[in-house]
Antibody, heavy 123, light 108 residues
């Protein structure tokens, strides 16, 4: 079964850091770009960051640029999001998502999503 | 950044009726890289349509997508009770990969 399981969320004070993890199984992790998408409570979806299948290309939203860093570990079949200098507006459910298209031959929609992990930034 | 505007914000229909959801982009979406997702309360989004008109694996054929350039449409031909949810469009042709604000499809 293709599965993504996020972890690492929780309550954190403004200005502090948190690292999210996403464990992938049931597919060849190394062949697919991966992404983080967040959703503030009661709000819509916001793409946060993406990393290519080989890790060579990274991109992120302006709202998190310079604060959040995406990475991947093929040995652990895992995706990460290092979040620094957290702000109240970063409070959201964070989902990891798998790109539909393998090996970056084209840009892809997000065909597999985890159940998400909640990050709350508050003093 | 490409901004996607979905309409209507809320759509009230009855089971068996046809639903038409719209997604309009501020710039042309490259290669029709436009997707539609369904999200139910407490659940992660589910991919319905990709590349504007291709149904994702396991998606019933009552869901169909169309459009190109800046105007895209999701049609649900005959609503089932499980179709009442929030629907998002997303463009992934350029960065950032933006989402629309969502259309809530509710039971009338």
């Amino acid at each position: 079964e293709v599965q993504l399981v996020e972890s690492g969320g929780g309550l954190v004070q403004p200005g502090r850091s948190l690292r999210l993890s996403c464990a992938a199984s049931g597919f060849t992790f190394d062949d697919y770009a991966m992404h983080w998408v967040r959703q503030a409570p009661g709000k819509g979806l916001e793409w946060v960051s993406g990393i290519s299948w080989n890790g060579n290309t990274i991109d992120c939203a302006d709202s998190v640029k310079g604060r959040f860093t995406i990475s991947r570990d093929s040995a652990k079949n895992s995706l990460y999001l290092q979040m620094n200098s957290l702000r109240a507006e970063d409070t959201a459910f964070y989902y990891c998502a798998k790109d539909l298209v393998e090996l970056g031959v084209a840009r892809g929609a997000f065909d597999i999503w985890g159940q998400g992990t909640m990050v709350t930034v508050s003093s | 950044e490409i901004v996607l505007t979905q309409s209507p914000g809320t759509l009230s229909l009855s089971p068996g009726e046809r639903a038409t959801l719209s997604c309009r982009a501020t710039q042309s979406v490259s290669s029709s890289y436009l997707a539609w997702y369904q999200q139910k309360p407490g659940q992660a989004p589910r991919l319905l349509i990709y590349d504007a008109s291709s149904r994702a694996t396991g998606i019933p054929d009552r869901f169909s997508g169309s459009g190109s350039g800046t105007d895209f449409t999701l049609i649900i031909s005959r609503l089932e009770p499980e179709d009442f949810a929030v629907y998002y469009c997303q463009q992934y042709g350029s960065s950032p990969r933006t989402f629309g604000q969502g259309t809530k499809l509710e039971i009338k």
